[in-house]
DNA sequence: AGACAAACGGGATGCCCGTCCCGTATCTTC
DNA sequence: GAAGATACGGGACGGGCATCCCGTTTGTCT
């Protein structure tokens, strides 16, 4: 590969990371080429379709999630990390348009998209969530694609950073919610 | 107004209802004309934007949506009515796309749209909600919006109608995390 | 029943978008 | 430094959509 095509293809997925997490899934592949300052035939010779390059970056996402995860389940106990990863993924989702069109889960599947790479986010969520639920610290009668509805609902407060509060309130909700029942 | 006029826009109102509902705010204007059968002038001389069509149809269902919500307040308790019209919404939401679309707040402010018509969502459930709160029966740091997110949430998981029982689970976990904290 | 206005259907129009293509420019290798 | 391959840019193309328009049909009123 020529030392520039690697180049623009650098170009090319920082811009449409920043593309897709300012306006979401439905940015033009011409915003995209316009903002990393390439023709859009470098942008489809690169990606074939459009759909190639948002599942590239949602992949890249969801690596960054996974790792995350990682982290937490290190350094703290069952029902912390569990709690710190839904509050990442909210805060990550209300920063990124491109990441919480792909989390609602409306109209692309993540899931199969991100199958078998091992950073598929209801398969990292359920890791956590079974460890807190064997540890008594999160009612056992809910699954991972329950609680990526949930973030998905506390995403969709506070949009785009705004209004920090509210989405730290819906997140206080659902965590609230899904403690063991008394 | 002629009759055959009153006749079809009636017909493009419970077409476009339901092809709405099935499919979404993304229909297209030829597919409610189809569904209605009618051609796609008599829709836009009825209706002179998708948008317009779009925003009688929602506010159609915020009506329904008050009425149930004025039901309940009256036969029921504070908590009671505020736990029933949560659960009516997202069922609501669940069978109709297009509903959804709107709750969910991503491009179509029903907040806007409905502001004086006395139907908003927001105020109809903020009432609900306050009468809750000052019964002890809600937390009192959350206000409307942050329940309107935590519905839509609820609506993701399910769409369509299908996994009921999932969807009545995140709707028991948002309405526990809802109870004031003990 | 006849005449006029109102409404209809669906093709025409213009816009936007994703993808493909090809003449031109750039890089790599010898 | 020259030759060949590789990649680039951005216009061409095809498709889908919302909206507009006009020749035709249908309802209404006298």
New binding site residues.
């Given amino acids: 590969?020529?030392?520039?095509?690697r180049r623009?293809r650098e170009k090319v997925l920082r811009a449409a990371y920043e593309a897709f997490a300012s306006e979401g899934r439905g940015v033009?592949?011409?915003e995209i080429a316009r903002r990393a300052?390439?023709?859009?035939?470098?942008v489809?010779?690169?990606f074939?379709?459009?759909?190639a390059l948002y599942e590239a970056i949602v992949l890249d996402r969801m690596e960054v999630l996974a790792g995350a995860a990682e982290g937490f389940a290190a350094e703290r106990g069952p029902g912390e990390a569990f709690s710190a990863f839904l509050g990442f993924m909210v805060d990550e989702g209300a920063l990124d348009h491109g990441l919480a069109d792909a989390l609602s889960g409306d109209g692309f599947d993540v899931v199969a998209a991100a199958r078998g790479t091992g950073h598929d986010v209801v398969e990292v969520l359920g890791a956590l969530l079974a460890r807190a639920q064997e540890a008594g610290e999160v009612r056992g009668d809910v699954d991972a694609a329950d609680v990526k509805a949930l973030v998905s609902g506390c995403i969709a407060r506070g949009r785009g950073g705004a209004d920090e509060a509210a989405r730290r309130r819906t997140v206080a909700v659902v965590l609230d919610g899904l403690r063991p029942r008394a």
């Fill in positions: 590969m020529r030392a520039d095509a623009n033009s592949v011409q300052g390439v023709g859009t035939g470098t489809s010779r690169h074939p379709t459009k759909e």
